[in-house]
């Protein structure tokens, strides 16, 4: 069984910086694409960032990129999303979530089977 663990998340201020990881176990990891998505309360889920399984194409939400990274280590299993100068409307539950095997940077969620429990970022101004 494929388990997907997020973790990371806190209370920051605008502006500030956090690292989250998603540390995967139980099922393939290196040869999927994985993706970064988030909910905000009374908002539907969304896109923020993608990465092809070799980790050589990513894909970014308009509204993250140049402030997002999105990251693999297939040796360890793990993904991570750097996030910089961050701003009170990134506050949210991201989610990671594993994507198709041999699969690119895709930012549709219904191609992606297994996700976390999800880690609460919030952004004060």
């Known amino acids: 069984q494929v388990q997907l663990v997020e973790s990371g998340g806190g209370l920051v201020q605008a502006g500030g910086s956090l690292r989250l990881s998603c540390a995967a176990s139980?099922?393939?990891?290196?040869?999927?694409?994985m993706g970064w998505f988030r909910q905000a309360p009374g908002k539907e889920r969304e896109f923020v960032a993608a990465?092809?399984?070799?980790?050589?194409?990513?894909y970014y939400a308009m509204s993250v990129k140049g402030r997002f990274t999105i990251a693999r280590d297939n040796a360890k299993n793990t993904l991570y999303l750097q996030m910089n100068s961050l701003k009170p409307e990134d506050t949210a539950v991201y989610y990671c979530?594993?994507?198709?095997?041999?699969?690119?940077?895709?930012?549709?969620?219904?191609?992606?089977?297994?996700w976390g429990q999800g880690t609460q970022v919030t952004v004060s101004s």
């Open positions: 979530a594993r994507g198709p095997k041999w699969s690119g940077a895709d930012d549709s969620a219904e191609r992606y089977d297994y």
């Open positions: 139980g099922g393939t990891f290196s040869t999927c694409g």
């Open positions: 990465i092809s399984w070799s980790g050589g194409t990513t």
